[in-house]
């Protein structure tokens, strides 16, 4: 559930507008991370809230005052030191920290998309409070890997090009992921599921464009 902006399910409400998704979600992935810094965790914070995640009332007031605090020292560090200590003017710190996020709201965004949202991956209705498959089932049929050959992007996404296995097992430190993967691979076909992976990030990211295609209709 990503809102109404980008339909990433078939069973999510169709809109008009997500005829155009497969263009427009490659520059909305931009702001992935702008914004987390922003709204969206102060967002979070309060749906928590109003689903009784957060029931002492005295804990809701002492995270909510580690969340602004917080907050508080991030936009201290990102604009208020550079003004102090460096010759660059406001508004090139702002042009500054926006590339920031554009770049790593943009790679995070898509990292994540080519896991999930790729042709053939299983969605749930969201209706069942029990669905049918295990739980490690459901984690292999809901995800899917890309470049699990390449040492750099291992290193780089910090194993989340693994999503299987950084599903199936996160307490396991992504180093050992490579390894790892051959066995669960192994262990997948051998209980007749497909373990769908892609050998390279350009494969996955065109099938994710192929996925956001077929969503954007009814």
Not at 110 to 123: D, K, S, Y
Not at 188 to 202: A, D, L, Q, S, V
Request: glycine share 6%; with cysteine; charged share 20%.
């Amino acid at each position: 559930d990503n809102g109404n902006i980008i339909r990433l399910s078939p069973y999510s409400k169709w809109h008009s507008f997500h005829r155009f998704q497969h263009i427009y979600s490659w520059f909305l992935y931009t702001l992935g991370t702008l914004s987390w810094v922003t709204l969206k965790d102060f967002k979070q914070f309060f749906v928590y809230k109003r689903e009784n995640y957060v029931k002492d009332r005295k804990e809701f007031w002492r995270q909510l005052i580690i969340l602004i605090g917080t907050k508080g020292l991030y936009y201290g560090y990102i604009f208020v030191i550079p003004l102090i200590f460096t010759p660059w003017t406001f508004w090139q710190i702002i042009i500054g920290f926006l590339l920031l996020h554009f770049v790593s709201g943009f790679i995070l965004s898509v990292t994540f998309q080519l896991a999930h949202i790729v042709e053939e991956n299983a969605h749930e209705t969201g209706e069942k409070e029990v669905i049918d498959n295990s739980w490690a089932a459901h984690q292999v049929l809901t995800t899917a890997n890309f470049s699990r050959k390449s040492k750099f992007l291992n290193w780089y996404l910090g194993g989340l090009n693994f999503q299987i296995e950084h599903h199936l097992f996160p307490h396991i430190c992504h180093i050992h992921y490579s390894k790892l993967s051959d066995i669960v691979k192994k262990t997948i076909r051998e209980h007749g599921m497909e373990y769908r992976e892609f050998g390279n990030m350009f494969d996955a990211m065109k099938s994710h464009y192929k996925a956001l295609k077929s969503l954007s209709v009814q």
